[in-house]
């Protein structure tokens, strides 16, 4: 259960592997901390907990949550708020109904999904539900703009101790493949609203009734709030993929699609879905009714079919007639026989893309062998990125970890901004007709003429995040002197809109010479350019490109992008300071299951705390709060120079021995420093017994790895199993607690 207290920092509680994590980290952190009288609360945004607090009516008091994504949701917005926030599972359908299963098997009294409500009962249940799924969290907490950059330490570290890179052969056949035409670029309009068409609007469907249904009124719109509106055709759609398929199939290559199902999670499930059934195309054409009897959503993926099916034989011989004749298939895990196409939420683009760049082009196929991908990315909005990531690195080799420079990112995401925030303005058309969006005044401000089943989506950023973001932008260019590139593709018509604010913004402060506005494609080829000479660029991009582009440079930099500072500095003066992506984590979570063995690293954690050290003691004049931070920050660099951080194997260090080296660095330091002589003295003592018990405490840590382990769950484990788990080694939990 989360504490409920008025804490001076805020320390997320989330899902899989940082959650883990945080069992044995957190109990370090709060010890350290109150030493300072600093206190470390905790909120509860995870799935299993979002799902608890939604649904709280047939459940004990025992059992029921309080809303803490809207506790701290409301806490983001207030000068104080001081926040570290984990990475939490933005959740797939069907991730979400694994942990609805998971919490019913537990004994919570909850519903079940419905996939096709029927009833006003069921419509209610589904749309309690849809609330909590794909990027439910990042909107509610993303009360400001996005800095995020590589720490000094982490980058130093990176090149003096390079990853792996694959080799680049310029006949590579992999190459991404995008819609000719009719996707959401090519399709998008935008406009700025003036005072006379701020107000409450409406978006509508017109269909050949001729009367509106209305699907979302109330919608208050802001003077100077660009907003936008698109559509992707799916005819277009299931034709490229059928012309995709075979086109991998003719060059020799595996077939792959990159989503972002989870975060996108109206529009790109049911991308997902038409690329699901374009694959098995024969075996929907034949057996359709059948599937659809069965309970077969293609949106969910192969994985689900294929559970769905397993006692059809007919089906299942079908099945396997259309693989013999597909090309290869991108493999997430070919021990396992998951394919790219089995759950939506295991392929998702700023992971899997920089992981097949990061590869030199290659990808895994059915049997564990490497080959070229054909990497599908049907919208064309930035699949350019990614083309001339791959263009690049077949002209001129893998980039050199060694020597190359960094590219930083400040990202507009303040109040919902742009694509994220357009969950609850995306529709299928559930006809032929049109579909607009009405002012208050009652124009007309976009509209679409739509064909049965075509995704239509609408977006907006508002005025103060553009400016506050353009603020950040000259701050960052200032402070560091790098070259600094917008993002924008004047050709697309969102970017246009926001280029009429970039603009005179810059010229006003005096600074355009220092900046370039560029498309997508031009700034990748810029940005590479840049840092394969060794120096440095930042990226100012819109919200979806400043996730894209925080995966993939730091994944080519730093061979991860957990490891990135990522700063967020809340509009109305409160930080929050995020600690890496969690990608990887479901597979840490099966390790540890099987061997006792996390690697997870938490290297964006002990950045994060350093950050939020300082934070506190700027904005509360703790000259404690600003050691313990510095502090943080000689005990991360101690991690990376004695090569601390976890292996991946199992019988050698892993988290938990991370986290006692970063604790005995941090008290040292503490100890060390002469700034604040009771905190010296206090951490005096602390840092001698973690010397001297050096050996006792690994051992006790390596000793427990090997065996497989009960979490008692795995979206709502058990937290004194977990916290056994995670904290083995008595004599440090001692020390820690004492």
């Not at 909107?139 to 995020?148: C, K, T």
């Not at 799916?234 to 077939?255: H, N, R």
């Not at 005044?441 to 950023?461: K, S």
Request: charged share 25%; with cysteine; proline share 5%.
């Amino acid at each position: 259960m989360a504490d409920h207290t008025n804490p001076d920092i805020v320390y997320t509680i989330v899902d899989e592997a940082p959650e883990l994590a945080s069992a044995s980290f957190l109990p370090i952190i709060r010890s350290f901390a109150s030493a300072a009288g600093i206190t470390v609360g905790t909120r509860d945004i995870s799935l299993a907990g979002r799902i608890i607090a939604t649904f709280p009516e047939k459940l004990t008091d025992a059992q029921r949550q309080n809303d803490d994504l809207g506790t701290l949701g409301v806490r983001v917005k207030t000068p104080d708020a001081n926040v570290i926030k984990l990475p939490n599972i933005s959740a797939s359908v069907p991730q979400l109904v694994a942990a609805i299963e998971e919490l019913q098997a537990q004994g919570y009294d909850i519903p079940d999904y419905p996939y096709e409500p029927s009833t006003d009962e069921e419509k209610e249940i589904r749309a309690r539900y849809d609330a909590i799924k794909g990027s439910a969290v990042n909107p509610v907490l993303r009360e400001g703009n996005s800095d995020r950059r590589a720490a000094a330490a982490v980058k130093n570290y990176a090149q003096k101790n390079p990853h792996s890179m694959g080799k680049w052969e310029k006949g590579s056949k992999t190459k991404v493949s995008s819609m000719p035409g009719n996707d959401f670029y090519a399709n998008e309009k935008s406009a700025t609203l003036t005072a006379a068409q701020a107000g409450d609007a409406r978006i509508e469907f017109v269909g050949i009734s001729g009367k509106p249904e209305v699907l979302k009124s109330g919608w208050t719109l802001d003077e100077g709030t660009v907003v936008d509106a698109t559509f992707m055709s799916v005819k277009a759609l299931s034709a490229f993929l059928g012309e995709a398929i075979e086109d991998t199939k003719s060059d020799g290559t595996m077939f792959s699609l990159h989503m972002k199902a989870t975060m996108m999670k109206v529009s790109d499930p049911i991308i997902f879905g038409y690329a699901v059934k374009a694959w098995l195309k024969p075996v929907f054409d034949k057996f359709g009714d059948e599937l659809k009897a069965l309970g077969v959503s293609p949106n969910s993926g192969m994985g689900d079919l294929l559970n769905k099916v397993k006692d059809k034989p007919e089906i299942m011989a079908a099945i396997e007639a259309v693989r013999a004749e597909r090309p290869e298939m991108y493999m997430v895990d070919s021990d396992r026989g998951i394919t790219n196409l089995h759950v939506p939420s295991d392929v998702i683009i700023d992971a899997s893309m920089p992981a097949v760049i990061r590869a030199g082009g290659k990808g895994w196929d059915s049997q564990g062998n490497k080959g070229d991908v054909n990497c599908v990315i049907p919208d064309n909005c930035y699949a350019p990125v990614y083309d001339e990531t791959i263009e690049f690195f077949k002209a001129n080799g893998a980039l050199d970890p060694t020597t190359a420079g960094a590219v930083a990112n400040v990202g507009l995401m303040a109040q919902k901004a742009e694509e994220y925030g357009s969950h609850p303005t995306t529709f299928e058309a559930p006809g032929n007709g049109v579909m607009r969006i009405v002012l208050a005044n009652g124009e007309t401000l976009h509209e679409h003429p739509l064909e049965e089943g075509d995704i239509w989506r609408a977006c907006t950023v508002k005025k103060a995040p553009i400016e506050n973001w353009i603020e950040l932008a000259m701050d960052r260019q200032r402070l560091t002197g790098s070259e600094a590139i917008f993002w924008l593709d004047a050709k697309r018509a969102h970017d246009a809109e926001l280029i009429k604010y970039v603009t005179p913004a810059l010229e006003k402060a005096g600074v355009a010479d220092k900046f370039k506005i560029m498309a997508p494609r031009e700034a990748t080829r810029q940005s590479l350019e840049t840092i394969t000479a060794g120096k440095d660029s930042i990226a100012i991009t819109g919200n979806v490109l400043r996730d894209y582009l925080t995966d993939l440079f730091p994944i080519l930099e730093l061979g991860t992008s957990a490891k990135m500072l990522s700063i967020v500095k809340l509009m109305n003066g409160g930080g929050l300071f995020e600690t890496g992506a969690g990608g990887s984590a479901p597979k840490h979570v099966q390790q540890l299951q099987e061997e006792n063995h996390l690697r997870w690293d938490s290297m964006g954690e002990f950045c994060a705390l350093g950050e939020s050290f300082k934070f506190l003691a700027d904005g509360q004049g703790n000259a404690k709060a600003d050691v313990l931070g510095r502090a943080a920050e000689t005990a991360t660099q101690g991690i990376l120079d004695d090569g601390r951080s976890p292996s991946r194997k199992v019988g050698e260090p892993d988290n938990r021995d991370s986290h006692y080296w970063f604790a005995r660095y941090w008290a040292e330091a503490l100890a060390a420093q002469d700034e604040d002589a009771e905190l010296a003295a206090h951490f005096g003592p602390i840092a001698l017994k973690l010397q001297e018990n050096e050996a006792q405490i690994l051992k006790e840590l390596s000793e427990v790895q090997g065996k497989p382990v009960d979490l008692g769950g795995y979206y709502h484990p058990d937290r004194e199993k977990v916290a056994a788990v995670m904290r083995p080694s008595q004599t440090l939990n001692a020390i820690i607690d004492g």
